[in-house]
């Protein structure tokens, strides 16, 4: 059963942060994710406010989307994210088709 990251960012330190964007989506690939969303136009209708960026991944199960997260590759990237932005992210798993 397929399974998602999704994330709200709201981005500090906009040089830095460009450090995870370049590296992040490698390490994401490399665990099969597929990036479905990432910063585009986005409006809060029920909530808290609107983040400046809203990201959705998906992933073939949940196991490979918690893999993928917990990856050195991956957690290298995120380390660039420290500092220069506010991150939620949770993983989710879908439903059955």
């Given at each position: 059963m397929k399974a998602y990251w999704i994330a709200h960012v709201d981005v500090t330190d906009p040089a830095?942060?460009?450090e995870y964007t370049r590296?992040?989506?490698?390490?994401?690939?490399?665990?099969?994710?597929r990036i479905l969303?990432?910063?585009g136009r986005?409006?809060?209708?029920?909530g808290r406010a609107t983040p400046q960026r809203s990201v959705v991944i998906e992933f073939a199960t949940y196991e490979q989307a918690l893999a993928c997260y917990r990856s050195a590759e991956?957690?290298?990237?995120?380390?660039q994210r420290q500092g220069a932005?506010?991150?939620e992210?949770?993983?989710v798993e879908g439903?059955?088709?």
């Open positions: 830095q942060y460009s590296r992040a989506p490698a390490a994401i690939a490399q665990h099969g994710g969303a990432r910063g986005s409006e809060a209708l029920e991956y957690q290298d990237a995120c380390s932005a506010l991150a992210v949770i993983i439903v059955a088709p």
